[in-house]
């Protein structure tokens, strides 16, 4: 996987939207230079033909009321007052004879024989009559007077489609300086949205390529998605860095804590041969010694497993609602046996059966492992009680022994890996008990505490959280 994969990657998909967004754009300011131009067109061609028409009703009242020279009159009024563009005025009698005619001198070249024909005799109508190869039209609007005089007011659209060219003109410049700050604003819009994506991309990059887990995405705290992601991905990277780290750790613990096992299994085995005793049975013996050795190799290996799995986290727990009186009489029952041949009394007080949340064969194996140690450790003629309650959000779970007790000095490392007390080297036991005990209830969310004072036995009480919201 080359750079470029990323980089190509990345900047298709800015080019794509930073295209998109360009099209975006110039699409929706050509709708709306459209929309502008259609509304502002028809606007002054209403305004025109509005013009038109109140000129045509004022001067046929002004016609009614004192006849041509009243219009003449009138026309000649409006010019000098400059009240509005100039018009085409046409009066003509009733045989279509032409009485009056106003026409401004740029206007010649319209071809007014459409004026002729004769239309409905009430109302008004129009005639648009356009200018040989040009696109403006001459606007007439014609009405006949009581007399059945035939009056014709008309205007050039030659004004408004000069006007309409100039916005023409100006929206064309618009649209142009609209693309280039579109695809320019696209351009920068994509650069800052694809920012993250290629941040996030050359993490990963330096990650594959170094295989340390120490590069992080920088995270504005802007909490949009983008950001967000890059805070999920760094804490991704925070969780694998600690699992890989935990799991390197235990590998090297285990490593490491298998040595003399395996050095002595190896001794073992040398001794034998190098002994060349004609015996058989030194050489049964030995074996017997590799295959015992052996199988305490093996159960080292398994709850060291057990103990790393669960203090890097991926111990799987399978939690449910556990009864604590019923799992302490189970626990009891599978330690009277032993606790009956050692002369210890094993008793139980859990007597309102507290419901804890844990997963069942875990803590069967925690409580297994304080109550062995207890019957264990506690000498003939004493005393191992069980105890369960409830304190607050908590089920306090306690195996208290009446034997010898931890010396001081032993206390703050009786949790450590492969530690063993100085007067319990002649009891049995690899030292990872309470290892593995801390390990499954820190997994649990709990914690377990010692309380012991020499020849006064000691106490281990374990917190787990109940699960109940309290
Ligand atoms: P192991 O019992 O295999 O030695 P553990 O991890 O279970 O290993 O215990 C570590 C040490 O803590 C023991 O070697 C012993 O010295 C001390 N210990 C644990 N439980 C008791 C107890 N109930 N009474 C006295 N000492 C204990």
């Not at 026409?103 to 009430?122: M, V």
């Not at 799992?327 to 046996?337: F, G, H, N, P, S």
């Not at 931890?406 to 100085?422: H, K, N």
């Amino acid at each position: 996987m080359s750079s470029t994969w990323h980089e190509r990657t990345a900047n298709t998909l800015g080019a794509r939207l930073g295209t998109w967004y360009a099209l975006l754009f110039l699409g929706s300011s050509l709708a709306l230079v459209v929309v502008t131009y259609v509304l502002l067109a028809s606007s002054l061609a209403q305004r025109d033909r509005d013009l038109i028409r109140s000129t045509l009703v004022g001067y046929a009242g002004q016609f009614q009321q004192g006849g041509l020279p009243a219009l003449e009159n009138a026309i000649s009024n409006d010019q000098a007052a400059a009240r509005h563009e100039r018009l085409f005025v046409r009066v003509s009698s009733g045989g279509q004879e032409v009485v009056f005619y106003n026409l401004p001198g740029e206007w010649s070249e319209f071809d007014l024989s459409p004026l002729d024909r004769p239309g409905p005799r009430t109302g008004i109508w129009w005639t648009d009559i356009p200018r040989h190869g040009t696109s403006e039209v001459l606007e007439v609007a014609s009405t006949y007077l009581a007399d059945g005089t035939l009056l014709q007011v008309g205007k050039s659209s030659e004004t408004r489609v000069e006007m309409l060219a100039r916005f023409r003109n100006v929206l064309a410049v618009a649209i142009v300086l609209v693309v280039v700050a579109g695809a320019v604003g696209g351009a920068l819009l994509t650069r800052s949205t694809m920012q993250p994506l290629r941040q996030l991309a050359g993490v990963v990059q330096t990650i594959l390529q170094t295989g340390r887990f120490e590069a992080r995405v920088p995270v504005q705290g802007t909490r949009d998605a983008l950001d967000q992601l890059g805070a999920l991905f760094n804490a991704m990277l925070d969780r694998i860095a600690s699992l890989v780290a935990g799991m390197r750790g235990s590998l090297d613990n285990v490593a490491h804590d298998l040595r003399t096992p395996m050095t002595r299994l190896r001794a073992i085995a040398e001794r034998a041969l190098e002994s060349r005793a004609d015996d058989p049975q030194v050489y049964r013996d030995a074996l017997a010694d590799c295959l015992e050795e052996s199988e305490r190799v093996s159960e080292m290996l398994n709850t060291l497993m057990d103990i790393s799995e669960a203090e890097t986290g991926v111990m799987r727990l399978a939690s449910e609602p556990v009864d604590a009186t019923d799992i302490l009489r189970d626990a009891r029952e599978l330690y009277a046996d032993v606790a009956e041949d050692k002369g210890v009394e094993l008793t139980l007080d859990a007597p309102d059966g507290p419901v804890v949340m844990a997963d069942r064969s875990r803590l069967r194996q925690v409580l297994a492992n304080l109550i062995d140690n207890a019957v264990k450790y506690t000498p003939r003629g004493g005393h191992v009680a069980l105890r369960a309650r409830l304190a607050g959000d908590d089920v306090v779970f306690e195996v208290a022994d009446d034997g010898p007790g931890i010396p001081a000095e032993d206390l703050p490392r009786i949790f450590d890996r492969l530690y063993r007390g100085d007067r319990s080297r002649s009891e049995r036991g690899l030292g990872l008990g309470l290892s593995l005990v801390r390990a499954i209830v820190q997994a649990h969310h709990g914690r377990v505490e010692v309380t012991s004072a020499p020849d006064h036995g000691a106490t281990f009480t374990l917190y787990l959280p109940s699960g109940r919201q309290s």
